[in-house]
């Protein structure tokens, strides 16, 4: 049985025709790609999974506990560090919390001279690095990524890319991602055409 599944879901905007998402069916440490030209209602899909969207119809069965967001346009808090910022939400039992953790995080994904930083002063590849760990500080059960590795050189994806294979097996985070360059994209499970 999934620990997701949506069926039917139809997005109703001002002033504009409704959009049909396609069905998601996504089990725990499942991994699935969302491919489409722009506009396509990728990220409407997952702005609804993650309950920051109301549908009109269909519906929407969600079983994760914990769902982490990396927005494409990052929304970091503009005065506050890196390091600030991922820990801005962070609960208690936050795997960052423990002593370290956060700075090997930041380390892991080539931020360590870049975590005191304030969100003004990163780049766009490094602001999409810290925003994703501000969506794993909670320790997802469910992590939805929107074109995360856009800013990103092939190192760099490879630094992401290693550091999400072992959050994954170690808690098996499900991901739903969206990924323009499949070369910037998890090995998914299954792939979605918008």
């Known amino acids: 049985m999934s620990c997701l599944s949506a069926r039917g879901l139809v997005v109703a905007f001002d002033g504009g025709a409704p959009l049909r998402l396609p ?4 089990e725990a440490g499942g991994c ?4 489409g030209p ?5 990220t409407t899909l997952l702005r609804v999974l993650a309950g920051l969207l109301p549908y009109r119809s269909g519906s929407l069965r969600n079983e994760f506990l914990r769902i982490g967001f990396a927005f494409q346009d990052n929304r970091l808090i503009p005065h506050l560090s890196a390091r600030q910022n991922v820990l801005f939400c962070a609960p208690r039992t936050s795997p ?6 956060v700075d090997a995080a930041f380390d892991a994904l080539g931020l360590a001279n870049r975590a005191d930083h304030r969100a003004t002063q990163l780049s766009g590849g490094e602001a999409q690095r810290v925003n994703l ?7 997802p ?5 929107d074109e995360i590795g856009a800013n990103t050189d092939d190192k760099t994806w490879g630094r992401i890319a290693a550091y999400l294979g072992a959050v994954r097996a170690e808690h ?3 991901v739903v991602q969206i990924a323009h360059n499949p070369l910037r994209c998890l090995e998914p499970h299954a792939r979605i055409e918008f």
């Open 96 to 101: 960052f919390m423990v002593p370290g953790a």
């Open 141 to 145: 059960d469910l992590l939805l990524l």
């Open 32 to 35: 699935i790609a969302l491919h």
């Open 38 to 42: 722009s506009g396509s209602g990728k």
């Open 133 to 139: 760990l501000r969506a794993l500080s909670v320790r």
């Open 172 to 174: 098996q985070t499900a």
């Open 23 to 26: 069905d998601v069916d996504l």
